[in-house]
């Protein structure tokens, strides 16, 4: 019997996930289908419950949902319980399994698919909310020289930098000459097509910019390439949390970068 598995949102048509998993399923040989459910405002729970219920094996979740879907799962993975939201779930007769895999798919598309090593170098993290939650015990576990969160409100960095230690935390004003090797905007400016303050920081010599956002030629991107730093959109971060999501279920690592390279074509 083909295995039944969904990404739920809302919006949810735009998602790219239904074409990745298409694409993981048919290289590796796996009997399985993918679907995009779209779940009510305030109707996630039951969606996600309705879906087991007729025989889904396991469900991505994306905005606005991820916190509501930790509040679902009845056992949590480490890195879950970390980023205090859940992107993944795996249905048993038993229990339903949280897990949270964008910062390992953060950290594998920077360091494998753009070739950054994240080991001491100095690395600026924009944003406190939730997606940058998700992604700093991943980075720590990398070993950067330095992990600073920056925030507009710089009380709610200095609140997830106590969450996790190793990181510092700064307002966007404090950051004037102060120089990374690395820097990732977590912030839903690009979501939302808004402008980012104009940063003061400095790039260092071969410096990465990279934003959460894919898709779309953001402030960050532009105000960062305007030095000469490189810059990458989450297009791979995407693709790789997808992969990490896809072992969990089917217990196979698909391969990523055809599935990358097909995405970016189209």
């Known amino acids: 019997m083909t295995d039944r598995y969904a990404v739920i949102g809302n919006p949810i048509a735009h998602s790219k996930s239904p074409r990745i998993h298409a694409l993981f399923a048919a290289a590796s040989g796996q009997d399985m289908t993918y679907e995009a459910l779209l779940a009510p405002l305030g109707g996630f729970a039951a969606t996600a ?3 087991a219920a007729t025989g889904g094996r396991g469900a991505n979740v994306t905005v606005p949902f991820k916190e509501e879907a930790f509040r679902l799962a009845t056992r949590l993975t480490g890195r879950a319980r970390a980023a205090g939201a859940v992107n993944t779930l795996v249905f048993s007769d038993n229990e339903i399994l949280g897990d949270n895999t964008d910062g390992a798919g953060l950290v594998r598309d920077l360091t494998v698919n753009l070739a950054v090593a994240i080991g001491g170098k100095r690395v600026l993290l924009l944003g406190a909310g939730g997606a940058a939650r998700g992604v700093i015990l991943p980075l720590l576990a990398e070993c950067p020289a330095e992990l600073l ?28 000459g102060r120089e990374f090797d690395l820097v990732i905007n977590a912030t839903s400016a690009g979501l939302t097509e808004s402008a980012l303050p104009r940063l003061s920081f400095t790039y260092a010599p ?3 910019a990279y934003d959460m956002v894919y898709g779309k030629n953001t402030d960050f991107l532009r105000q960062a390439r305007a030095p ?12 790789e949390q997808a992969a990490e999501a896809f072992l ?8 990523t970068m055809t599935v990358l390279t097909a995405l970016r074509g189209t």
């Open 248 to 255: 969990l279920w089917r217990g196979i690592r698909p391969e």
């Open 149 to 176: 969160i920056a925030n507009r409100t710089a009380e709610k960095a200095h609140t997830l930098a106590r969450l996790f230690s190793g990181s510092t935390a700064c307002s966007l004003a404090k950051l004037a």
């Open 228 to 239: 000469g730093a490189r810059a990458a959109d989450g297009l791979g971060m995407l693709v």
């Open 49 to 51: 419950r309705g879906f």
């Open 206 to 208: 071969n410096a990465l």
